[in-house]
């Protein structure tokens, strides 16, 4: 009998693993919809939808490997990384989706949250004033005018699945939606920034460094608080505090 593996697990959402069946149970049945939705839309492999019944969504596991997660070793060659850059450049070529994602929040809406995020760090003692002033200044360099992208909105490593060197599918598509195609590439990079030069190899364009580092800094600062209080570890090697130091 197969047994029941949870992925992940929090107040939110919840992700099991039943033999080669994957059952998401999320209390939002909105991210559900869009999940579908841009798996449906985008021009790369993603899982098979095997069936719906709210608030579960059963999809079908992907062959091959990740190429690691966020404060765990990289897997993976060069070719490997690139490939997976060359997937996230078809996605972003690709033709808009009806709604903006989480890597479409304006600017504005994006500064109000990153203050209230570093007002929050330093007044609670979760991290020392001059590490969140540091990566307050470098964030800026992300909040810029930006071409609208499709863009998948939660482009960890964990999420792309490769077997030798060829993408094989791209998961957990429920913050997907129109865009910044650089906090797609930040994303998957985050923690591993010596893979950066393969991803954009592959991706096939001219990239702003400042502003992939600049996604570094703001995307950590905004997630602390948030893993935190739903059990999980920023403070673990490699992880999201770590980016954050090494942007000092």
């Not at 897997?75 to 997976?84: D, K």
């Not at 200044?137 to 998948?152: G, I, K, M, S, Y």
């Not at 957990?172 to 393969?198: C, I, V």
Request: aromatic share 6%.
């Amino acid at each position: 009998m197969n047994e029941v593996k949870v992925v992940v697990a929090h107040s939110e959402r919840a992700t099991l693993r039943v033999g080669d069946v994957f059952l998401k149970v999320d209390t939002d049945q909105a991210r559900i919809d869009i999940e579908v939705e841009a798996m449906a839309l985008a021009p790369v492999p993603t899982p098979e939808v095997l069936w719906r019944k709210p608030p579960v969504l059963a999809i079908a596991a992907l062959p091959g490997t990740t190429l690691g997660r966020l404060g765990g070793p990289s897997t993976g060659s060069p070719t490997a990384w690139a490939a997976a850059g060359a997937a996230i450049r078809k996605l972003h070529d690709a033709p808009l989706p009806p709604r903006p994602g989480q890597a479409g929040r304006s600017i504005i809406a994006l500064a109000a949250e990153l203050d209230d995020e570093c007002e929050w760090l330093v007044t609670n003692g979760v991290l020392p004033a001059d590490l969140v002033t540091r990566n307050r200044q470098v964030a800026e360099a992300a909040l810029r005018p930006w071409t609208p992208a499709f863009t998948h909105g939660d482009l960890q490593i964990a999420h792309v699945f490769l077997d030798g060197d060829e993408v094989t599918g791209i998961i957990d598509w429920s913050e997907a939606g129109q865009g910044d195609a650089l906090y797609d590439l930040a994303t998957f990079t985050l923690g591993h920034e010596e893979h950066l030069d393969d991803v954009i190899a592959g991706y096939g364009t001219d990239i702003d460094l400042d502003v992939i580092h600049a996604w570094w800094s703001l995307r950590s600062l905004l997630t602390v608080r948030w893993l935190v209080e739903h059990g999980f570890d920023p403070f673990a090697p490699g992880c999201e505090v770590d980016v954050l130091r090494s942007r000092m």
